[in-house]
């Protein structure tokens, strides 16, 4: 079973819907990372989650919003969606005592696609 | 702040040949660097990363890389390619964020560097 699951895989939606994106592990670990990649630009930062009662904005946070239900779950959320926000999402996950050598470990991404 | 450029977007190259994917990123006192893969349709994993001591890191299948600090560079290297290494390839810098926060570990990527292994 995979360490970093991903819910759902692909997903369209209509422009002004709400939708959420949810991560699960069963790594163990305390910090949980919402990326979203565009062609062209790598992955850029939205939220990150130290723990269940600590959340940071990331460099792109406009527009999203985040949750974290358990150690184990961190789920994105786009209250009104917008074409832009068409993208492929990741979640990822490392260890906190890694610090800044610690290698983060990518859920397999959802495909958003807002029309 | 950090940044890391990848200088090329795509690398074409035929099977069993030697392949660089080139990474360079901005100066910093300390310095972490990190290579991943992302094969189709599948989320990302670490193949190597740089953290001290060699310059010289080996990594997964067969790929290693080089850190040079006078360049600001750590280009991957394999010596011969497979068909199965087709894939994209994002080099990292790890930046702290905050001095109080334990050294979170933020990444910045560079844009990516699609290799295409041909037959």
């Known amino acids: 079973d995979a360490d970093v699951t991903q819910t759902p895989r692909n997903r369209i939606t209509k422009t002004g819907k709400r939708i959420m994106l949810e991560c699960s592990q069963t790594?163990?670990?305390?910090?949980m990372y919402w990326y979203r990649q565009d062609p062209g630009l790598g992955l850029r930062l939205i939220y990150y989650?130290?723990?269940?009662?600590?959340?940071n904005k990331g460099e792109i946070s406009d527009g999203y919003s985040v949750s974290r239900q358990a150690q184990a779950k961190f789920s994105l959320s786009l209250e009104s969606a917008i074409p832009n926000q068409t993208a492929l999402y990741f979640c990822?996950?490392?260890?906190?005592?890694?610090?800044?050598?610690?290698?983060?470990?990518f859920g397999p991404g959802t495909r958003l696609t807002v029309l | 702040a950090q940044s890391v450029t990848q200088l090329d977007s795509q690398v074409p190259v035929f099977e069993e040949a030697p392949v660089e994917l080139r990474c360079n990123y901005s100066?910093?006192?300390?310095?972490?660097l990190f290579w991943y893969v992302q094969y189709p349709n599948q989320g990302l994993q670490l193949l190597l990363k740089?953290?001290?001591?060699?310059?010289l890191v080996k990594g997964i299948n067969g790929f290693e890389a080089e850190f040079n600090k006078s360049q600001t560079s750590f280009h991957l290297r394999k010596p011969s390619v497979h068909i199965s290494d087709t894939a994209e390839y994002f080099c990292?810098?790890?930046?702290?964020?905050?001095?109080?926060?334990?050294?979170?570990?933020?990444?910045?990527f560079g844009a990516g560097t699609r290799l295409a292994v041909h037959p």
């Open positions: 990822a996950t490392s260890r906190s005592s890694g610090g800044m050598t610690d290698t983060q470990y």
């Open positions: 790594k163990g670990h305390d910090r």
């Open positions: 989650s130290f723990d269940v009662k600590d959340i």
């Open positions: 100066s910093s006192v300390s310095v972490y």
């Open positions: 740089y953290l001290s001591g060699s310059t």
């Open positions: 990292a810098v790890s930046q702290e964020v905050d001095a109080f926060s334990g050294g979170y570990n933020k990444l910045i």
